[in-house]
């Protein structure tokens, strides 16, 4: 049971490994082909895939919560539930898939989740490194501040288009206008989205510092 439990994680990690290296790759090879031409298609031709990895994704509350994953529910959730959420909003509105913004929000996404899978790689194989410890643990948290900040930057952007799409308040009748009205959920998510990202940080923090404890510990006993 043991052994099937850790063949079904290697495949998870490798399989999210491999579809983020090709979302990474594509969307690099586009912008040297292209240019600043591919910032306008870069969700049309990678949306597919990275929709499929963040919707995977969800399966790592149920790996942490299970022990199966050695990590902190609560900053997984916030960067689960982020991710969706803005993906589906993302999805929604067409106008805001040619966003220059939402290029960059899948390549720090990416950056962000090639920095993990590998090293849970490395350490289900048995082959943990300390580079690799410490880029995972380090350079993680200043990508995740950066890609908070574009997801903001994202909805940002989306408020107008929301606000074009919604009816106008005379076409409402009263059942319909005590509904919350999009522009004001969205304008709402932005400080609950700054919360949100700063609490995972503070979290990120402490879970670096203990994996570098703990691996200093190591290194002193050998």
Partial sequence: ?????????????????????WILSNTIARFLMFGKDALV????????VMSLC???????????????EKARLFPRFIQVVEKNLLLLMVIMWEEIQSKPVVCLQ?????????????????????K?????????????IPVYILSAATEG??????????????PESSSLNSTVSSRPHPPCALK???????????VTVW????????????????????
């Avoid at 919707?55 to 509350?61: G, T, V, Y």
């Avoid at 950056?111 to 350490?123: A, G, K, Q, S, V």
């Avoid at 943990?128 to 993680?140: C, E, Q, V």
């Avoid at 909805?155 to 799409?165: I, R």
Wanted: with cysteine.
């Fill in 1 to 21: 049971m043991v052994s099937f439990r850790r063949a079904y994680f290697f495949l998870y990690n490798l399989l999210q490994f491999c579809g983020h290296t």
């Fill in 41 to 48: 298609d870069t969700f049309y031709s990678v949306g597919l």
């Fill in 54 to 68: 963040q919707l995977l994704s969800i399966l790592e509350l149920f790996h942490i919560a299970d022990g199966i």
């Fill in 106 to 126: 899948l390549f720090l996404w990416n950056i962000m989740d090639l920095l993990r899978y590998p090293h849970e790689l490395m350490c289900l194989m048995q």
């Fill in 128 to 140: 943990p490194s300390i580079t690799m410890l410490w880029t995972r643990y380090t350079l993680w």
């Fill in 153 to 166: 930057v994202t909805v940002y952007q989306a408020l107008p288009y929301v606000d074009t799409k919604a």
């Fill in 188 to 198: 709402f998510y932005l400080p609950v989205l700054a919360l949100g990202a700063s």
């Fill in 203 to 222: 979290q990120l923090l402490k879970e670096r510092r203990h994996h570098l404890h703990k691996w200093n510990k190591k290194m002193k006993k050998k």
